[in-house]
């Protein structure tokens, strides 16, 4: 197997037990709810990428990121790739504005759940909360479904860069 596109960051804003999430303007995932994240830029780690995807989105600027692991995919709506996961603690003011969408705090319960949030979030999600070890999702899509998906340990070749972010291997 070929290592994966690995051309994104995502990222979960975390307060108590909300999250903010955005209402994509844009594919993939239009009109549905995701974290905030965006595209690596040439020659940047995937922590700065967060790091500057949640500033340009939400106007927030982290001050440590925690590494949840890598999401990757096939058969989607986007060439097979991939994206970096990460969560941070948000401040207690409001998030800035995005041409992105819209951004709003839901409840835990309603993200993990909620058939207007993008799907594979329910996979994944909960263990953002469960502090769980780093892990690799892989999903495999059939005509906007997900017809399966693997769990595993990060692979080894997975590097996130940065001073900011901890991974608890």
């Not at 690596?40 to 001050?63: F, I, K």
């Not at 994206?83 to 800035?96: K, R, T, V």
């Not at 892990?135 to 996130?160: C, L, M, N, Q, T």
């Amino acid at each position: 197997m070929s290592l994966p596109d690995m051309r994104y960051t995502l990222c979960f804003l975390t307060r108590g037990d909300e999250i903010l999430m955005l209402k994509r303007n844009n594919a993939p995932n239009r009109g549905l709810w995701n974290g905030v994240g965006g595209k690596l830029a040439p020659g940047e780690t995937p922590v700065d990428s967060c790091l500057r995807e949640v500033e340009e989105e939400t106007g927030y600027r982290p001050q440590s990121l925690r590494f949840h692991g890598i999401l990757t995919w096939e058969g989607y709506e986007t060439d097979p790739g991939g994206l970096y996961i990460f969560s941070a603690p948000a401040p207690d003011a409001d998030p800035g504005t995005t041409g992105e969408g819209e951004l709003r705090w839901h409840p835990k319960e309603w993200v993990f759940s909620s058939p207007e949030v993008v799907d594979n979030i329910h996979f994944f999600g909960p263990a953002i909360y469960r502090n769980a070890a780093p892990r690799w999702w892989h999903f495999h899509y059939a005509d906007g479904r997900i017809v399966s998906h693997e769990e595993k340990p990060p692979p080894a070749w997975v590097r996130i860069g940065g001073r900011r972010a901890c991974c608890d291997r």
